[in-house]
């Protein structure tokens, strides 16, 4: 029997609300929002996951971006969440509990064989 | 090969526009200096994380040069042809005994001319710098 990686799968599905949560708290750069997942129990998100992802929540003008270069080296690529983009997180929060509340039933009650 | 390199080529090649190219690049620098390790094992070789971007039907300059050669070889075939027939006159007497060579020639050496301008085209300029 395979087994199936359910992190795996329920990391995809809830990627893009989790990167849309940590800027609700706001701006932040890549390897920072790739940090703050890690510490909340996703697993290391590497950059090559996360940029497109960013981008695509930026192409649906959820995120926008700024260039940060009070450091030195390459400069820092600040992201933020826009009003859309707050209004979708809570969307998404609000689909997210139904899934979690449909799946609980479906578990609990017991099914009558057809 | 620098990654950035190989980077810039595979991103040319699905189309994506210089600017688009060097924001992405900048991007992984500064990922890489935040994360202190190597491009490659937090993006996954260039090929593969080029193919995380959609691809467009934008051309390449290297494309452009491609097209154009192949053209011209085509063009030489048509007007060879027709020089026979209307004016009984044979390019073979202007450019040796193989009537396609000069063609296939230029063709293989546009394929080859468009690769290399996608490839040793300079990386577009960095956007976080403007």
Known sequence: ????????????????QAVLAVLRNGESHGYAIAELLRENGFDRIKGGTLYPLL???????????RWQHDLAGPGRKQFALTDDGRTELER????WQQM????????SNRQEQL | MSYERNL???LRIRGLAED?????????????AAAGTPAEAEFGTAEEYAKQFPKTKMRTRGTVVTIIGTALSIAYVIVAV?????????????????????????ALSSVLAGFL?????????SRASR
């Open chain 1, 1 to 16: 029997m395979t087994t199936v990686d359910w992190n795996q799968e329920l990391i995809r599905a809830a990627l893009p």
């Open chain 1, 55 to 65: 981008k695509r929540l930026e192409d649906q003008g959820l995120v926008v971006h």
């Open chain 1, 92 to 95: 998404a929060a609000s689909a």
């Open chain 1, 100 to 107: 979690d509340k449909a799946l609980t039933t479906l578990r």
């Open chain 2, 8 to 10: 810039t080529f595979n």
């Open chain 2, 20 to 32: 688009e190219i060097a924001e992405t690049l900048d991007e992984v620098r500064a990922h890489q």
């Open chain 2, 82 to 106: 027709l020089a026979l027939f209307l004016f009984r006159a044979d390019v073979r007497d202007f450019v040796g005994p193989m009537t396609l060579l000069p063609a296939l020639a230029l």
């Open chain 2, 117 to 125: 301008t996608d490839y040793l085209r300079p990386q577009p300029r």
